[in-house]
């Protein structure tokens, strides 16, 4: 059994940051790839930013690359997303996803929310 949780979403001023972590349960997590999504309201999921197994490779979204950082901890479980600068437009649920085969596990969400 796979189980996602998140943490570490809040109500942050434009250009500030917050640190969203999510920790893994189950086996295996040091081999796969781990993303984070977001969806803001009335708006489709969208991807944010992804990070290999290693750490050693990451893919960023153009709207948060130079803003935003993804880190994992393998020996914790964990993956963290830095977000920096943080505008309006960047509230949304933040979503942490890794696929195991067929299968994408999700955790259940941390709002974020930029005031303006």
């Known amino acids: 059994q796979v189980q996602l949780v998140e943490s570490g979403g809040g109500l942050v001023q434009a250009g500030g940051s917050l640190k969203l972590s999510c920790t893994v349960s189950g086996r295996g997590f040091s081999l796969y790839v781990m993303n984070w999504f977001r969806q803001a309201p009335g708006k489709e999921r969208e991807f944010v930013a992804a990070?290999?197994?290693?750490?050693?490779?990451?893919n960023y979204a153009d709207s948060v690359r130079g803003r935003f950082t993804i880190s994992r901890d393998n020996a914790k479980n964990t993956v963290y997303l830095q977000m920096n600068s943080l505008k309006p437009e960047d509230t949304a649920v933040y979503y942490c996803?890794?696929?195991?085969?067929?299968?994408?596990?999700w955790g259940q969400g941390t709002q974020v929310t930029v005031s303006s």
């Open positions: 996803n890794i696929k195991i085969g067929p299968i994408d596990y």
């Open positions: 990070i290999s197994w290693s750490g050693g490779s990451t």
